[in-house]
T-cell receptor
Framework: GAVVSQHPSRVICKSGTSVKIECRSLDFQATTMFWYRQFPKQSLMLMATSNEGSKATYEQGVEKDKFLINHASLTLSTLTVTSAHPEDSSFYICSARDGGRRNGYTFGSGTRLTVV | AQTVTQSQPEMSVQEAETVTLSCTYD???????LFWYKQPPSRQMILVIR??????QNATENRFSVNFQKAAKSFSLKISDSQLGDTAMYFCAFIVNFGNEKLTFGTGTRLTIIP
């Protein structure tokens, strides 16, 4: 089936530094990828829609300058958390749709970010 | 705007029993897709089952089946012969069109299977 690889799975960084999270579709091309944030025991909150070759579309309340998204190819989207602060600590998940399959949307395994 | 409601924050059931998770949604669209996703402790989101709104027949996948009531905008998930590995968060999700459309998730139901 369709596979989405997300790295790193865990990252700890110091306040003020930037962290990049990668999301790759391994066996299909994804013109659109989605980035979610999930707080403990809560649902997934969509942060932005990443479009290959164009600017991402951010959800209301999400700071685009803080959460930089780049979708430079049909198989790779990156989320960079800039000048990270402890409140950015969370679980981040990406997903992509494989247009040729019945499963709809495939999710990465997530990244647990801890800012200290 | 589309909304998805899961009214059961937590449920527990004995192993081998049957359990039903409820989900209701609201939309003015006539054609759409509904999903149930499972998120085990590993936090990997796994598709359990999907239903196209234009299909009257309820979807089934082995021990998992849905009761899709379009007029009532209800989409419940039934897990038969529950197993310990079914312990997870279950999210109901909805989308109007594929492509660039985003999934709308419910708040989730935490299901615990008791040995």
């Amino acid at each position: 089936g369709a596979v989405v690889s997300q790295h790193p799975s865990r990252v700890i960084c110091k306040s003020g530094t930037s962290v990049k999270i990668e999301c790759r579709s391994l066996d299909f091309q994804a013109t659109t990828m989605f980035w979610y944030r999930q707080f403990p025991k809560q649902s997934l909150m969509l942060m932005a829609t990443s479009n290959e070759g164009s600017k991402a579309t951010y959800e209301q309340g999400v700071e685009k300058d803080k959460f930089l998204i780049n979708h430079a190819s049909l198989t790779l989207s990156t989320l960079t958390v800039t000048s990270a602060h402890p409140e950015d600590s969370s679980f981040y998940i990406c997903s992509a749709r494989d247009g040729g399959r019945r499963n709809g949307y495939t999710f990465g395994s997530g990244t647990r970010l801890t800012v200290v | 705007a589309q909304t998805v409601t899961q009214s059961q924050p937590e449920m527990s059931v004995q192993e081998a029993e049957t359990v039903t998770l409820s989900c209701t949604y609201d939309t003015s669209e006539s054609n759409y897709y509904l999903f149930w996703y499972k998120q085990p402790p590993s936090r990997q989101m796994i598709l359990v089952i999907r239903q196209e709104a234009y299909k009257q027949q309820n979807a089934t996948e082995n021990r998992f089946s849905v009761n899709f009531q379009k007029a009532a905008k209800s989409f419940s998930l039934k897990i038969s012969d529950s197993q310990l590995g079914d312990t997870a968060m279950y999210f109901c999700a909805f989308i109007v069109n594929f492509g660039n459309e985003k999934l709308t998730f419910g708040t989730g139901t935490r299901l615990t299977i008791i040995p």
